[in-house]
């Protein structure tokens, strides 16, 4: 089955450090990779649909410049977040499709906690 | 707007039966996902419906109504794993997920 991998899955940072999430299609390509945010007993919230070649779609109120998205290969996103504060904390998930039809699920990654302090 | 409702928690016993129900108002609709996400771990996929009727997959079961906007997730013979949250999401016009809340399931012995 499709195979998403998400590292680091914890990270504990000082504020004001930036921090990069990997993303990757272990066992298939993926030409769009959504970021996820989710806060503690709330749902899942759309950051970003992040396509391979080209600019990520950003969700309305979400920081283009603070949430830096690169998807450089079929394989791999990235997500930075810059400069981290504490109230960038949370759990941050992605995933990915292995094609476009409209039946295809979304596969996640195993979701990296990020904790400022 | 768009809007997915799902209950918030639900309580049953090993071994029974429980309904998750989920209802939806979005423009367009191109298929209803359910996945199930253990606490702090990310959502797993285990449902997809377009067309009315009954998907059966093992002890699960997905039923899906457009007309009425309206779905349920079946669970049988519930296992104390079975713990975790429901997630409806729906695939609109624009081939956006929209995501429900999600529906705590708690399992008791």
């Known amino acids: 089955g499709a195979v998403v991998s998400q590292h680091p899955s914890w990270v504990i940072c000082k504020s004001g450090t930036s921090v990069k999430i990997e993303c990757r299609s272990l066992d298939f390509q993926a030409t769009t990779m959504f970021w996820y945010r989710q806060f503690p007993k709330q749902s899942l919230m759309l950051m970003a649909t992040s396509n391979e070649g080209s600019k990520a779609t950003y969700e309305q109120g979400v920081e283009k410049d603070k949430f830096l998205i690169n998807h450089a290969s079929l394989t791999l996103s990235t997500l930075t977040v810059t400069s981290a504060h504490p109230e960038d904390s949370s759990f941050y998930i992605c995933?990915?499709?292995?094609?476009?039809?409209?039946?295809?699920?979304?596969?996640f990654g195993d979701g990296t906690r990020l904790s400022i302090l | 707007g768009q809007n997915i409702d799902q209950p918030t928690e639900m309580t049953a016993t090993e071994g029974a039966i429980v309904q998750i129900n989920c209802t939806y108002q979005t423009s367009g609709f191109n298929g209803l996902f359910w996945y199930q996400q253990h606490a702090g771990e990310a959502p797993t996929f285990l449902s997809y419906n377009v067309l009315d009727g009954l998907e059966e997959k093992g002890r699960f079961s997905s039923f899906l109504s457009r007309s009425k906007g309206y779905s349920y997730l079946l669970l049988k013979e519930l296992q104390m794993k079975d713990s975790a949250s429901y997630l409806c999401a729906v695939k609109d016009s624009n081939y956006q997920l929209i995501w429900g809340a999600g529906t705590k399931l708690i399992i008791k012995p």
């Open positions: 995933s990915a499709r292995e094609t476009d039809r409209v039946s295809q699920p979304q596969h």
